[in-house]
């Protein structure tokens, strides 16, 4: 941001972090304070964590016909079972599906624009397009913030 101000280049309006309930610790840690500060857009990829937030993974088992087991199979843990926890009340809470209330989440996130978030077919499509009226009230925010709060100076293992 500095370089491209002092040479007059063009600067950065967007930045797509890896970014999500469960990986939050690399984008937190130093680039979530600047980009409201510059004033930069936030489009998180894996925004459902490889479908591991929209809770159809939660054993070892399920990761058997998918196609994405690999990549979720990390999610698997102690946390990852808290988070879904979370997610599982808050969505009784507010009547949505896991997928809305992880995107909500990231949508209440300062300087998120525009999560990124895959669908296999069109009735996925619209849940995750109503994710975007969900508006989580405070209790609910804290609830996931605390389900997935990470040790200071974790760093997501990609």
Excluded at 51 to 63: I, P, Q, V
Excluded at 90 to 116: E, F, N, R, Y
Aim: charged share 20%; proline share 5%.
């Amino acid at each position: 941001m500095q370089i491209s101000k002092k040479k007059g280049l063009p600067r950065y309006e967007s930045l797509q972090p890896l970014y999500n309930l469960y990986d939050r610790a690399e984008f937190e840690a130093d680039l979530a304070p600047l980009c409201p500060r510059e004033n930069i857009g936030v489009i998180p990829y894996f925004s459902l964590a490889s479908g591991f937030l929209a809770g159809k993974y939660r054993s070892e088992a399920d990761l058997a016909n998918s196609a994405r087991g690999n990549f979720v199979k990390k999610y698997l843990n102690e946390r990852g079972y808290k988070i879904l926890s979370a997610l599982d009340q808050v969505a009784k809470t507010h009547s949505a599906t896991q997928s809305q209330v992880a995107i909500a989440w990231l949508l209440a996130q300062p300087g998120v624009t525009a999560p990124i978030a895959s669908a296999t077919n069109l009735n996925q499509l619209q849940a995750l397009l109503s994710a975007a009226d969900l508006k989580l009230d405070p209790a609910s925010l804290e609830k996931l913030n605390q389900a997935s709060t990470y040790a200071a100076g974790a760093v997501s293992s990609h």
